[in-house]
C-alpha cells in the first residue's frame, strides 16, 4: 500500500452526551433497568451511566497519539447534507432528527437519546465515511477507518435506536453509488448486535450485499435470523450469521474464510465497507474476542480489497463500549490496515462455541453463495 492509511475523526463528536436516566419515561427507565439486569446482572443501577458515551472515543484516539501508527494521516470529516442523508433515510427521518439540534431526551425505551450537540455529532459521523471516499475517489487513499459516534447500523430508514441516529455507514454506501459510480458495494457487520438499520435500508437492493455476523436473537435488538436473506431482486442478498454469546477470534475468523470470502468472490464489489464494532472483546462481557482476532480480520479484509476492488476498504466504528477494549482493538485494526506486520499469533479457544454456528449458516447460504456467482 502506497497511500496513508486515511483516519477520520473530530472532536465536535463528542458533543454528544446523553446520560442518567429519563424521568419524563418512567416504564422506560424500568424496561432498561430489566434488561441490563439480565445482561449484567452485577451492574449498579443507580448509578447508571450511558454505554454511549464520549469517553468511547477519547480512548481510541489517546491511544493512537501516544502509541503512533506507521503511515496514516488524520483528516477532519465534513457534516453530511440532507442530500446525502436522504439517500439513506427518509425525509420526514432527517427532519425529525435535525429539529431535534439543542435538546436533551431519550427518544427511545432502548436509551437512544440526544443531548444539545448531538444532531451536529451526528452529521459529522455519517459524513465521514463520505469524507472518505471522497477521498480515495480523488487517489489520495485506499483504505480509511471513521472513528465515530453516534453509531449507526441499528438506525433503518425511517426511525432512531440502538444509540443510533443515522445509519453512517448506509449513508457511505448509498453515496458510493449514487455519487461516485461503485455500483456494487459489500457490507460486513461484525459489531456483536444485528445492524437491523442496515438491513432494513438495502433490504431489497441487489447492489448492496451485506453479510452480518452477531449474537443470536433474543439478543438486541432480536433481528437477523438464517432467513432474513432479502427481498425481490436481492433475495440472497443479505446473509446473516446468527451466534451464541461467548464466541471468541475464531468464530470470526471463520465468518470470514467460509462466508464473507466466498461471498466476495462472488459478488465482485467494487468497494467494501465494515460496521466495525467491537463489542465482541471479552471485556464487554458477552464474547470473547480480544485485539489479535481484530487485527486478523482486518488483514483480511485489506487483502481482500486489494484483490478485489483496487484495495477500497472503509471501516466505521460501531459498538464496543469498554474503554480499554475500544483501545486496545481500534489500535490493533489500525496498525493492521497501515500495512504493519502481520500478527504473530492469534489467541483462540480451546472450544470456541460459535464455530458450528458458522458451519451452519455456510451450508444454510450455500444456495445464495452459489447464485452470487452466477
Known amino acids: 500500500m502506497n497511500n496513508p492509511l ?28 430489566a434488561m441490563i439486569a439480565i445482561q449484567y446482572p452485577d451492574a449498579q443501577l443507580e448509578s447508571y451511566a450511558h454505554p454511549e458515551r464520549p469517553e468511547r472515543l477519547t480512548a481510541i484516539v489517546d491511544r493512537l497519539l ?13 457534516p453530511a447534507t440532507p442530500t446525502e442523508l436522504e439517500r439513506a433515510h427518509t425525509a420526514q427521518h432527517v427532519a425529525y432528527i435535525e429539529g431535534l439540534e439543542g435538546e436533551s431526551g431519550w427518544l427511545a425505551k432502548d436509551t437512544t437519546a440526544v443531548s444539545p450537540f448531538s444532531v451536529a455529532a451526528a452529521r459529522l459521523a455519517a459524513g465521514a ?41 448506509a449513508v457511505t454506501a448509498a453515496h458510493a453509488r449514487a455519487a461516485l459510480g461503485y455500483e456494487r458495494v459489500l457490507i460486513w457487520d461484525w459489531d456483536m448486535h444485528h445492524g437491523n438499520g442496515t438491513q432494513d435500508i438495502f433490504y431489497d437492493d441487489p447492489g448492496v450485499l451485506v453479510i452480518d455476523s452477531h449474537c443470536a436473537a433474543p439478543f438486541y435488538p432480536g433481528t437477523g435470523h438464517l432467513e432474513e436473506t432479502g427481498a425481490g431482486d436481492a433475495t440472497g442478498y443479505h446473509l446473516n450469521v446468527p451466534l451464541p454469546p461467548g464466541f471468541g477470534n475464531a468464530t470470526l475468523i471463520d465468518v470470514f474464510e467460509q462466508i ?31 485485539d489479535t482476532g481484530y487485527a486478523v480480520l ?6 481482500l480489497a486489494d484483490s478485489l476492488c483496487g484495495g477500497r476498504l472503509v471501516c466505521v466504528l460501531e459498538g464496543g463500549y469498554n474503554a480499554q477494549a ?11 490496515l497501515a500495512g504493519s506486520a502481520p500478527v504473530a499469533a492469534v489467541n483462540v479457544l480451546a472450544n470456541d462455541p460459535g464455530r458450528a454456528a458458522v458451519t451452519e449458516a455456510a451450508a444454510y447460504h450455500a444456495d445464495n453463495l452459489a447464485a452470487l456467482a452466477r
Not at 475523526?9 to 433497568?33: I, S
Not at 475500544?326 to 493492521?336: E, I, K, P, R
Request: aromatic fraction near 10%.
Open 260 to 290: 464473507v470470502h466466498p461471498a466476495a468472490q462472488a459478488f465482485r464489489p467494487d468497494l467494501i465497507l465494515v460496521s466495525a464494532g467491537f463489542d465482541c472483546h471479552y471485556l464487554d462481557m458477552t464474547c470473547a474476542m480480544d
Open 6 to 33: 486515511l483516519i477520520y475523526y473530530d472532536y465536535a463528536m463528542l458533543g454528544h452526551n446523553p446520560h442518567g436516566w429519563d424521568p419524563e419515561h418512567p416504564e422506560w427507565t424500568d424496561a432498561v433497568k
Open 326 to 336: 475500544l483501545a486496545d482493538s481500534t489500535h490493533a485494526l489500525v496498525g493492521a
Open 66 to 78: 501516544k502509541a503512533a501508527v506507521d503511515n496514516v494521516r488524520w483528516a477532519l470529516p465534513l
Open 298 to 303: 482486518a488483514q483480511q479484509m485489506a487483502a
Open 129 to 169: 465515511g463520505v469524507s472518505a471516499l471522497e477521498a480515495i475517489a480523488r487517489g489520495e487513499a485506499e483504505r480509511a477507518f471513521c472513528i465515530v459516534r453516534p453509531p449507526g447500523h441499528h438506525a433503518p430508514a425511517d426511525q432512531a435506536m440502538g444509540f443510533c441516529l443515522y445509519n453512517n455507514v
